[in-house]
Antibody
Framework: EVQVVESGGGLIQPGGSLRLSCTTS????????MTWVRQAPGKGLEYVSV???????YYADSVKGRFTFFRDSANNTLYLQMNSLRADDSAVYYC??????????????WGQGTTVTVSS | DIQMTQSPSSLSASVGDRVTITCRTS??????LNWYQQKPGKAPRLLIF???SLQSGVPSRFSASGSGTEFTLSISSLQPEDFGTYYC????????FGPGTKVDIK
């Protein structure tokens, strides 16, 4: 079964760091582009980052320089390292698979999300 | 940066009604437009990619069209399970999402 499962969310103080994990099954992370999308409470969807199959990541301006998206190919697991967290980073973070060669084909496999709350 | 709008922001319709949601972009994105449905507390679900292609497993009552800067998502006969928020997403540049359209069943 094709599946994505996130973990690692929690309550963290402003300025702190957190690492989210994304475990996949049914497909390889090196053969697919993967993305993180977040959703603040009561708000819409926001693109965070994409990691292309070749391994090069891109980031939204709002997280550039603070977040790092990388993978462990051997374990088919991806990570989002989040540093210098701010209150406006509080959200449900979804890990998901980009369908096909690029975003033109949409994002078709989503995890259930993991909640990050940045608060003192 | 490309700006995206959706209209209406919310709607309430009866079972069996035809529902249409519009997504507009500030510049042409050709047909690089996807549609998602999200229910409360759940992850989004891909409905349409490439402006008009139905994702596998999505009921045929969903359809979409458009190109350039104006796009529409239609539900031909609204069903009770179609409640939720619908988002468009442009994939021409940075994959931005529209603000969403909340659909309620009367």
């Amino acid at each position: 079964e094709v599946q994505v499962v996130e973990s690692g969310g929690g309550l963290i103080q402003p300025g702190g760091s957190l690492r989210l994990s994304c475990t996949t099954s049914g497909f390889t992370v090196t053969g697919n582009h993967m993305t993180w999308v977040r959703q603040a409470p009561g708000k819409g969807l926001e693109y965070v980052s994409v990691l292309y199959g070749r391994g090069n990541p891109y980031y939204a301006d709002s997280v550039k320089g603070r977040f790092t998206f990388f993978r462990d190919s051997a374990n088919n697991t991806l990570y989002l390292q989040m540093n210098s967290l701010r209150a406006d980073d509080s959200a449900v973070y979804y890990c998901a698979r980009v369908r096909g060669a690029d975003y033109y084909y949409g994002v078709d496999v989503w995890g259930q999300g993991t909640t990050v709350t940045v608060s003192s | 940066d490309i700006q995206m709008t959706q209209s209406p922001s919310s709607l309430s319709a009866s079972v069996g009604d035809r529902v249409t949601i519009t997504c507009r972009t500030s510049q042409s994105i050709r047909n690089y437009l996807n549609w998602y449905q999200q229910k409360p507390g759940k992850a989004p679900r891909l409905l349409i990619f490439g402006a008009g292609s139905l994702q596998s497993g999505v009921p045929s009552r969903f359809s979409a069209s458009g190109s350039g800067t104006e796009f529409t998502l239609s539900i031909s006969s609204l069903q009770p399970e179609d409640f939720g928020t619908y988002y468009c997403q442009q994939s021409y540049t940075i994959p931005l999402f529209g603000p969403g359209t909340k659909v309620d069943i009367k």
